[in-house]
Structure formats: structure tokens, C-alpha cells
């Protein structure tokens, strides 16, 4: 199980997973079982403030099992679900139910990760408020929503794994080493999985890119609210399957979508600022816990 942290790396992760010959990546990218088992969905219209915003959510255990229906020989099943990071029971839930899976947190610096999630709300005009900065004030729906703010706490959430599971079951990646040596990164989680180590993927796709929309016409057409691919749900679900199970489609499309993206840089001032008055002191746990140097993450250039 992929458990985290959003945006960090973790769609990557799933696609260079699921392009191995040996894993069954389940089709539902993040079905936040363990975090959502028996909750009833919140519909959008009665969630203004998106405090509820995962409708795809597989609830119930036969559902989850259903999932994993088309695994044949494939030695390595597994899971993408970023909010199992931060809930407070999925980690117990897991113990229960799967004691034995295999655990990997891809951690991100805390800052960057919010302020990419603040991008990626931007593309689909979710943004929580209209200005980034406004996370610094905690009486606001950035500390009130779990994937915000409070996502980035990695340590506190941390603690619940490491306090369950072996640490010889857990295995932390760093956000700047995927970037940096990908196909080590990935041909390391390829071993500790239990799978062919030596196997390449397909490394040139960027997933899951952050920024504000360029052209509104073209993202209508292949943005995540596809016109496209909701005419195809809508008059034939064998046209969705074929699009959505397309590898080279889809990386395609992705290719197109991140060219209508504008990145727009993040103040070094915003930066600091949040480290010193947010994140720091939880950095400085992690490091402990991990055993990793994360003075990069606070020493903000």
C-alpha cells in the first residue's frame, strides 16, 4: 500500500507500479477503504466547503475484495490511498485486516506539497480560498480540511505506523530522490514489494502536474472533466474502458495536459515563514523517526 502523502509522487508511483508485469495495482487509484469503511458518501451539493470530497470511495470490505477480481498470477497487489496517511484510523484498520501488507510513504517537503495542492485545486477551481497565504491563518478551511494543512504533519501521522507495523514493513521515499534518480527510487520499491527489481518502466510521463490552466477550451476537452470522456461514460461504458485502459493514451493525454499548465513559483518569504511558524518543529521529529536528513526542508534558498 501506497499510503501517502498526496501530492508527492504517489501517481507516479501507482503508474510505474501497475506497468510492472508482476503487480495488480488495484483500478481504483485511491479507494480509502481502510480510512472510510462503512461512511456514506457526502454529495458534493451538500459539501460546500469540501470536507467530504472522495465520491469514488470504495466503503464496504466484498467491494474492496471485488476490486482485486482480475489479479491472475501477479505476485505483488496493492493500493494507492494518500488519505491513509493522515487518518486517524486507517493505520488500525489496516493492522487488522492486512498485518502483513507492505507499507510506502512518499513524503514531500510539507510547503511544497500544500502549495501543490493549492495548484491543483486552482486547475479545477477548487481552491480553498483565493490566496495561498491565507494557510497561515488557522481559523480557516486550510486547518479545518485534513488534506490541507494537516496532511503535511508527517510525523504525528507517522508515529500511528511505526507504533503498529515492524519498521522492517515501512518504507519511506523521499519526494526530491524520485525526481532526482527515479528509476533507482522505483526499482528499489520493485524489491522491497517482492518483485523482478531490474524491471524498467516507462519514465517519461510527468503525472498528476500542478498549475493554473492555460487554455480553458482545451482542458474541456482532455482536463480532468473531460467533455470527452464524460460524452463516452455517458453513451458507451466500452468506449471508457478503452480510453481509460489505454497506457499510451493516457500518457498521451497527461503529455497535453501538463503543456496547459502555467507553474507559478512560490514565494521564498511564504516559504519561510510557514516553516518557521507551521512545519518545523514536525520536520525536526521526522528526521528522528525516518532517519533522514531533512535540513533541505527547513534550510528554505
Do not use: C
Request: proline residues 5%.
Amino acid at each position: 500500500m501506497i499510503i501517502g502523502a498526496g501530492k508527492s509522487g504517489t501517481t507516479a508511483l501507482y503508474e510505474y507500479l501497475n506497468e510492472h508485469p508482476d503487480v495488480f495495482m488495484s483500478p481504483v487509484k485511491e479507494t480509502n477503504f481502510f480510512a472510510l469503511e462503512g461512511s456514506e458518501m457526502v454529495k458534493p451539493e451538500d459539501d460546500p466547503e469540501q470536507m467530504f470530497h472522495y465520491p469514488w470511495s470504495v466503503t464496504d470490505w466484498d467491494s474492496y475484495q471485488g476490486l482485486y477480481d482480475g489479479v491472475t498470477d501477479e505476485s505483488a497487489i496493492g493500493e494507492v490511498s494518500p488519505m491513509y496517511l493522515y487518518s486517524d484510523k486507517a493505520a488500525l484498520n489496516i493492522k487488522q485486516k492486512l498485518p502483513d501488507t507492505k507499507l510506502i510513504v512518499i513524503l514531500r517537503n510539507p510547503v511544497d506539497r500544500l502549495y501543490s495542492r493549492f495548484m491543483h485545486l486552482a486547475r479545477e477551481n477548487r481552491k480553498p480560498t483565493a490566496h495561498f497565504e491565507d494557510a497561515l491563518k488557522r481559523d480557516t478551511i486550510w486547518w479545518k480540511r485534513n488534506d490541507l494543512v494537516q496532511e503535511g504533519f508527517y510525523h504525528k501521522h507517522l508515529s500511528r505506523y511505526y507504533e503498529l507495523f515492524p519498521s522492517e514493513q515501512i518504507m519511506v521515499v523521499l519526494y526530491d530522490d524520485l525526481k532526482t534518480d527515479t528509476l533507482r527510487v522505483v526499482q528499489n520499491i520493485y524489491d522491497f514489494i517482492g518483485v523482478n527489481g531490474w524491471f524498467e518502466p516507462d519514465l517519461n510521463a510527468e503525472y498528476n502536474v500542478s498549475g493554473l490552466i492555460k487554455n480553458p477550451v482545451l482542458d474541456r476537452l482532455i482536463g480532468q472533466k473531460s467533455i470527452i470522456k464524460e460524452l463516452a461514460r455517458k453513451f458507451s461504458p466500452k468506449v471508457t474502458e478503452a480510453i481509460t485502459g489505454s497506457r499510451q493514451l493516457k500518457k498521451w493525454v497527461t503529455q497535453l495536459r501538463n503543456k496547459n499548465l502555467m507553474k507559478v513559483p512560490l514565494s521564498k518569504d511564504i516559504r519561510r515563514t510557514m516553516i518557521d511558524s507551521v512545519y518545523g518543529e514536525d520536520i525536526l521529529s521526522l528526521q528522528r523517526l525516518i532517519g533522514r536528513d531533512l535540513t533541505n526542508w527547513i534550510n528554505v534558498r
